[in-house]
């Protein structure tokens, strides 16, 4: 082989390794740092946000990390349509709506955070419940559950919860969806939720309102009964 062949295979190595590595480089430093958390937002329209870092770990088994693409959330019971979608299917399906609303704990803490959701009516509408029905059994990936009146959760336009502050729901915090059940106890902000169950149940005891926590559960009642 010619001594010029030589040098040109040279620097055709040369350059492709240069290649590489830049574009080794590109894509090494798109990646996040070790540790680094999306920017939340602390203020919304004149009005300041509580941090997604206030809240306290106090889920009945420890936060539960479920993966997006094997994610359902279940609409059943009373309904004539019941009906399974995926993450992807929520998102892309019904409206999306922002609100701040103020979570108060029963251990003496509360948070006001800018939530970002889906109204759980219109997931409701398309699988038509039966006029006979009053109760939403709301059941979580960990087992937990709660209820709240049909009506409520309708004329109060509940959502269920993907975001936080403008960041995706931690798991922690109950993702894919946490119900942000305002003017009700922390309890009935159900995380992790999996099923939505359409019921003529108005007397349906979740976990804690099985141990003695209000049914009704309204911020403007003692939470024990």
């Not at 010029?4 to 492709?16: D, P, Q, R, S, Y």
């Not at 480089?25 to 070790?34: A, E, G, Q, R």
Request: glycine residues 8%; hydrophobic residues 40%; negative net charge.
């Amino acid at each position: 082989m010619g001594s010029w062949k030589v040098v040109g295979i040279f620097i055709l190595f040369l350059a492709a390794g240069a290649l590489a590595a830049g574009l080794a480089s590109s894509w090494y430093n798109t990646l996040p740092s070790p540790g680094e958390k999306p920017v939340e937002v602390r203020e919304y329209r004149g009005e300041m946000l509580s941090s997604i870092d206030d809240f306290r770990e106090n889920s009945i088994k420890g936060p539960q990390y479920l993966r997006e693409d094997q994610y359902r959330l279940s609409v059943r019971g009373l309904v004539s349509k019941p009906a399974n979608y995926t993450y992807k299917e929520i998102m892309e399906l019904f409206p999306h709506e922002k609100r701040v609303v103020t979570l108060f704990c029963v251990e003496g803490w509360d948070v006001t955070i800018l939530w970002e959701g889906v109204p759980v009516r219109e997931i409701l509408a398309r699988s038509d419940p039966d006029p006979a029905a009053d109760a939403l059994i709301f059941h979580a990936a960990d087992g937990y559950s709660t209820s709240l009146p049909l009506s409520y959760v309708v004329s109060r336009d509940l959502i269920l919860a993907y975001s936080m502050n403008n960041v995706t729901l931690p798991a922690e915090r109950g993702f894919p969806f946490q119900l942000v059940a305002e003017d009700k106890w922390g309890y009935k902000w159900i995380k992790w939720v999996t099923t939505i169950e359409v019921a003529r149940e108005s007397g349906y005891r979740g976990y804690w309102e099985m141990r003695g926590f209000s049914n009704n559960g309204s911020i403007s009642l003692p939470f024990y009964s």
